[in-house]
Nanobody, 126 residues
Framework: VQLQASGGGLVQAGGSLRLSCLAS????????VGWFRQAPGKEREFVGT????????CYTDSVKGRFTISRDDARNTVFLQMNSLKYDDTAVYYC????????????????????WGRGTLVTVSS
């Protein structure tokens, strides 16, 4: 599968953005799709994941209640709706996919994802 993330941009603190991750090659519901981010000078960080088939979701604590992952099977796209954005949310955001069964409740380790798209930059101004 090939992944293409888009939707990044410049937004003021408190604003919203919706990122898209378009999957091509196979139906996106066959994959765990995770969102990760990397801020300048920092390590890559898990944001959230939507599980294959069931669509169960999990998030890192810092974005719970502000970010929401959804999936549109007809468009073969996974979205990351980001509300109440903070300066600390500034990062390059990546989507990644995994098709192998994952036994843990939340696929949050980037090393467990097989496919990665190019990132999209989100800049939150304070």
């Amino acid at each position: 599968v090939q992944l293409q993330a888009s939707g990044g941009g410049l937004v003021q603190a408190g604003g919203s953005l919706r990122l898209s991750c378009l999957a091509s090659g196979r139906t996106v519901s066959n994959y765990y799709v995770g969102w990760f981010r990397q801020a300048p000078g920092k390590e890559r960080e898990f944001v959230g994941t939507i599980s294959r088939i069931s669509g169960n979701k999990c998030y890192t604590d810092s974005v719970k209640g502000r970010f929401t992952i959804s999936r549109d099977d007809a468009r073969n796209t996974v979205f990351l709706q980001m509300n109440s954005l903070k300066y600390d949310d500034t990062a390059v955001y990546y989507c990644a996919a995994r098709d192998l069964y994952y036994s843990r409740a939340c696929a949050s380790n980037g090393d467990d994802f097989q496919y990665w798209g190019r990132g999209t930059l989100v800049t939150v101004s304070s």
